[in-house]
């Protein structure tokens, strides 16, 4: 059974930069087929897509993070990271971590991160708790 679990999250100001993670257990990311990513959800709003990346190392993301947020993957480690600078204050929201193989499953084609899963988040194979995200101005 696939496992996510993210850290990471805190508290920091505006023009800031923090890394997350999320450690993956129960498969291995070199021999896997999972494509994963990373969404965020602001109090009071729906959950959104940030970014993925795929089995091949090619990625996206939502036009709002684009050129301030980069999505990697340490598979030595089996570890999926989020790094994200100029942090704003609109960044702030609980970050979770996905995986799923039906690849990719994020559309970001429109400048807004969906996912292409029927069923939507609660329908992908893996996710996580998430680890909380505060951008002070």
């Known amino acids: 059974q696939v496992q996510l679990v993210e850290s990471g999250g805190g508290s920091v100001q505006a023009g800031g930069s923090l890394r997350l993670s999320c450690a993956a257990s129960g498969y291995t990311f070199t021999y896997s087929s999972y494509c994963m990513g990373w969404f965020r959800q602001a109090p009071g709003k729906e959950r959104e897509g940030v970014a993925d990346?795929?089995?091949?190392?090619?990625?996206s993301y939502a036009d709002s993070v684009k050129g301030r947020f980069t999505i990697s993957k340490d598979n030595a480690k089996n570890t999926l990271y989020l790094q994200m600078n100029s942090l704003k204050p609109e960044d702030t929201a609980m970050y979770y971590c996905?995986?799923?193989?039906?690849?990719?499953?994020?559309?970001?084609?429109?400048?807004?991160?969906?996912?292409?899963?029927?069923?939507?988040?609660?329908?992908?194979?893996?996710r996580g708790q998430g680890t909380l995200v505060t951008v002070s101005s």
């Open positions: 996905a995986a799923d193989r039906r690849c990719p499953f994020l559309d970001c084609s429109g400048g807004y991160c969906y996912t292409t899963v029927t069923g939507g988040w609660n329908a992908l194979d893996a």
């Open positions: 990346i795929n089995s091949d190392g090619s990625t």
